[in-house]
Structures are given as structure tokens and as C-alpha cells.
């Protein structure tokens, strides 16, 4: 398999892995340092607004406090379509995708819930790509209540 084509599967392995509320897989798809922010720019403030940020182990904390907290009923969807794969050295690579996640209420209703870019790095480690840095870069401002889980 190509390095490009490995780079695909795993951002679409790391979608569906978040779909299926499969935070241990997801995490395993990650480098060990690995590290997750989402920013969103505010027009208002004519700055960046980071609303999420965490290494690792932080997002293992997230995922293990989600029973705690309230949650949106319904399934979320993502689909991401890598734009582009820049190779930096001979193990790293910066991946853009867009991104949409759709909200399917359990009425069985579908609501586009934000759209935005993943800009990763992604690292080979013996010969496995793998997650290094997600950054989420929302166009969508208003998420409603009940979200706590990784875009």
C-alpha cells in the first residue's frame, strides 16, 4: 500500500472509529504524542478561539468522563475527503481534509452539525502511520449542548 493510500484509510479509519463511539481504536491510531485541538475563528474577537486542547492522555480522560456528562441522543456521522498530502522528510506528513458531521436524531432525522478542516500531521512509526496532531478547524460556531465527544 502507498503512503498516500495508507494516509486515507487512517483518516477514514478515524472517522468511523469516532462514529462508532470506539475510543480505544481511535486512540490506537494515534502516535504517542499525539495531540488534539479544536480552534474556531471568532470575526468578533478577529482571532482564533481554541475550545479544545489535549495530548494523548488528555483525550483518554475526555473520552473515559463521557458517560458523566450530559449527551446528544442520536448518532453522529463523518465523512472527510483528504484534499491534500504533503510529505515532510521521509516519516511525516501534513494531511488536509474537509470535513462535514451530520447529527441523526433517534427519530431517524439528519441535521448537518459542522463543517470544517483537519489539518494532521501524521507520522510513520515502524513502518505503521499514524496520528500525530489533529487540529480542528471548525467554520461552525454554534454546536448546540450535548457535545462532548472529538469532532
Known amino acids: 500500500m502507498s503512503d498516500h493510500d495508507a494516509i486515507r484509510a487512517l483518516i477514514g479509519k478515524s472517522c468511523l472509529?469516532?462514529?462508532d463511539s470506539d475510543f480505544e481504536s481511535y486512540l490506537a491510531l494515534c502516535a504517542p504524542a499525539y495531540?488534539?485541538?479544536?480552534?474556531v475563528w471568532s470575526p468578533e474577537l478577529?482571532?482564533?478561539?481554541i475550545w479544545l486542547e489535549h495530548d494523548r492522555d488528555g483525550?483518554?480522560?475526555v473520552f473515559e468522563a463521557l458517560p458523566e456528562h450530559l449527551q446528544r441522543s442520536g448518532r453522529l456521522s463523518r465523512l472527510a475527503t483528504v484534499a491534500t498530502?504533503?510529505?515532510i522528510g521521509t516519516d511525516q506528513f501534513d494531511v488536509v481534509s474537509k470535513f462535514?458531521?451530520?447529527?441523526?436524531?433517534v427519530e431517524g432525522r439528519t441535521q448537518t452539525l459542522a463543517v470544517g478542516r483537519y489539518n494532521d500531521r501524521v507520522v510513520r512509526i515502524d513502518g505503521v502511520v499514524l496520528l500525530s496532531e489533529r487540529e480542528v478547524a471548525l467554520e461552525t460556531r454554534d454546536l448546540g449542548i450535548?457535545?462532548?465527544v472529538p469532532l
Open 17 to 19: 472509529t469516532l462514529d
Open 35 to 39: 495531540s488534539y485541538c479544536v480552534r
Open 46 to 49: 478577529r482571532k482564533d478561539m
Open 59 to 61: 483525550m483518554a480522560g
Open 85 to 87: 498530502i504533503e510529505a
Open 100 to 105: 462535514v458531521v451530520h447529527h441523526t436524531d
Open 146 to 148: 450535548g457535545l462532548h
